[in-house]
C-alpha cells in the first residue's frame, strides 16, 4: 500500500512520540544498570571506571542479606505451593461440580477480594496472626498472602478451566476412572499452563510485596529482601548506595527471569490482581 | 452404538451431570474457602469489630479493650480538627486528589495514548518502548522506591542533572513538590496496567474497520475518536475502576517519601499504617480501614454490576 506524505510524516512523529514515552520511562531505572558495577557509585549516573563485580562480592558475603533473600525465597514458595494447590482444587470444584450456591459463592469471593486489601485490613491482620499465636514467622507470611490471593487465583483458573472440554474427563470416566482419578490424571496435565500462570503471578506478588512482611515480621531471622534492603542504611540513615544497588539488583532478577519466561512461553501479559 | 438401556439408574445422571459428586466438590473447595475465610472474610468482620474499641497495640487496653461506641470514628471525624495536616480528612482529599491525578488522568490517558501509539509505530519501537513500561510495574515497589529516591535526588540525581544539562534550575522536588512527585512516581508505576489493557482491547477490534477509515482518508485522530474509543468503551470504564481501587489502597508511595514531608504524602493506606503501627492506636486504625473498605465496597459494586450486565452467562 502506497503512504502518503502526510501519512509518512504522522508515522514519524508517531513513532517519536512512543520512543520518547518509552525513554522516560527508562530513565529512572538506568541508574540501575551502573551503579552496581560501580565501586564509587552514588546517586548520580555514572559509568563505572572500572567495572567490577567487588558490591556482589560483598553483598554475597553478608550473611544476614543472603539470609533475607533465602527468607523471600521461602515465603514466596510456600505461599505460592498453598495458592497453586488450593486454587487449582477449588476451581476445578467451581467448574465441574454442580455445588448449590456455586454463583453466590463466586459472586461473595470477588466481592471480599476486592474491598479488604492489606493497606485497609492491616489491623485485623496483625491481630489475627497475633492471636494464633504464629507472629514473627514465615508461616504467618505465607498464610496471609495464601489467603489474599487466593480468589484472583481461583478466578484466572476457573475461566481456564471452563475452556476446556469436560468430553477429556468424561471419556476417562467411561473408561472406569473415578472422578478423583480423571481430575489427577486426565484435567490437571490439561490444566497445567494455568496453574504455571497463577503460580508466577502470586510468586511475583509474594517477593515484592513489603507491607505484610513489614508488619508481621519483627525478627531479622525472618525478614525478606523486601524489607531487609533497609538494613544497608548507615546509622545516619543515608543509604550504602554501593550495596543497595548491587543488592536490589539481585533481588529484582527473579521477578525479571520469571517475567520473561512467562511471556516467552505463553505470550501472557500479567494480570495486576488484587495486591495483598 | 447400542440402544439398549444403560444398566446403572439413568435418572440421577441424566438430571445434572457433574463430574464431581457434591461431597467431593465441596471437599475440593475446603483448602481454599479455609484460608479465605480466616484472612479475607474474617478480617472484614473483626475490623468492624475492633473499630468500635479502644485497642491498643501495647499498655493495659491491649489485653482488655473497652468498647468505645462511635468514639473512634467521631474523633476521625471531629470538625474542629479534620482538615488539618496528619488527619483523617486531610489524608482522604490528598488520596482523592492523588486518584484523580495520578489514576485517572495520568495512568489511563497515558496508557491509552501508549495504547494507541503502538498499535501503528514499528515493532522495534513498540518492544522497546513496552519493555520500559512494563519493567516500571512488574519490578518490586521496594526497589522501584529506591530507583526514584537516587533519581530525584538534589545533588547527584539523574533528573537534576538533565534538568541542567537543558538549562532549567534543579529543584529538590521530594522536599518542594511531594504530592506531584507521587503522582508521577504512581502514574510511571502502574500506567503498564492501562496500556495492555487497551492494547488488547484495540487489538480486538476488526482492522477492516480501520482499512475502510483509511480508504476514505481518515487522520489517525479521527480514527481514534470515530472508531477506536467508542468500541473500547466497556474496557476504558473497568480500566477506570480497576486503577482507581488500586492507587486508592496503594501504599507504595511510602517507601519513596515515608508519608512526609510533614504528612504532606500521607495517603489514607499510610494514615493507617501511622496510626495503627506507630501511634499504636488500634482501635482508631481499625475505623480508618473500616472507612477504606467501605469506599472498595461502593467501587467493587459498581464494577460487578458492570460485568454482570455485559457478560449474561
Known sequence: MKISLPAFVGRIAFSALAALIGAAFALPLIWFLFAPFNARAELGLAIPDPWTLNNFVTVFGNSYAVQALWNSFIQATGGVILVGAAATLAAYALSRSSIPGKGAVTYTLLLFSSVVSGSAAMVPIFLIISAAGIMDTHVAVILTFAGGLLPTAMFILRDFIDSIPKSYEESAMVAGASPVQAFFDVALPVIRPGIVVVVVWAFVNIWGSFLIPFILLRSSDNMPASVAIYSFYSEAGTPIVTLLAAYALIYSLPVVALYLFVSWKFGFRFFGGIKA | ?313
Open chain 2, 1 to 313: 452404538m447400542t440402544t439398549e438401556p444403560l444398566a446403572t439408574p439413568p435418572k440421577r445422571k441424566t438430571r445434572n451431570f457433574a463430574l464431581l459428586s457434591n461431597r467431593a466438590g465441596a471437599a475440593f473447595m475446603l483448602p481454599a474457602g479455609l484460608l479465605v475465610s480466616v484472612f479475607v472474610i474474617v478480617p472484614f468482620f473483626w475490623v468492624i469489630f475492633v473499630s468500635f474499641t479502644n485497642r491498643t497495640l501495647i499498655g493495659a487496653t491491649a489485653l482488655n479493650p473497652q468498647f468505645v461506641g462511635l468514639g473512634n470514628y467521631l474523633a476521625l471525624f471531629d470538625p474542629a480538627t479534620f482538615f488539618q495536616r496528619g488527619q483523617f480528612g486531610f489524608s482522604l482529599i490528598l488520596t482523592t486528589q492523588f486518584v484523580l491525578a495520578s489514576a485517572l488522568l495520568g495512568q489511563a490517558l497515558l496508557g491509552l495514548l501508549l495504547a494507541w501509539l503502538i498499535q501503528t509505530v514499528p515493532p522495534w519501537i513498540k518492544r522497546i518502548t513496552e519493555t520500559f513500561v512494563i519493567a516500571a510495574w512488574i519490578l518490586p515497589e521496594v526497589v522501584i522506591g529506591f530507583a526514584w529516591f537516587a533519581f530525584l535526588d538534589y545533588d547527584n540525581g539523574t533528573f537534576n542533572m538533565l534538568l541542567e544539562s537543558l538549562g532549567l534550575p534543579p529543584g529538590d522536588f521530594l522536599l518542594q513538590q511531594p504530592f506531584w512527585v507521587i503522582v508521577v512516581f504512581n502514574t510511571w508505576r502502574g500506567a503498564a496496567f492501562s496500556m495492555m489493557l487497551f492494547n488488547s482491547a484495540f487489538s480486538s477490534i476488526p482492522p477492516s474497520y480501520f482499512q475502510a477509515a483509511d480508504v476514505a482518508g481518515a487522520s489517525s485522530w479521527q480514527k481514534f475518536r470515530d472508531i477506536g474509543l467508542p468500541l473500547i468503551r466497556g474496557h476504558i470504564v473497568t480500566d477506570l475502576i480497576l486503577i482507581t481501587m488500586w492507587t486508592f489502597n496503594t501504599f507504595t508511595p511510602f517507601l519513596l517519601t515515608n508519608g512526609g514531608p510533614s504528612y504532606r504524602t500521607e495517603l489514607v493506606s499510610i494514615y493507617n499504617y501511622r496510626v495503627a503501627f506507630q501511634d499504636f492506636q488500634f482501635g482508631k486504625g481499625a475505623a480508618v480501614g473500616v472507612i477504606m473498605m467501605l469506599i472498595n465496597l461502593a467501587f467493587a459494586l459498581i464494577y460487578l454490576s458492570l460485568g454482570r450486565k455485559r457478560a449474561p452467562k
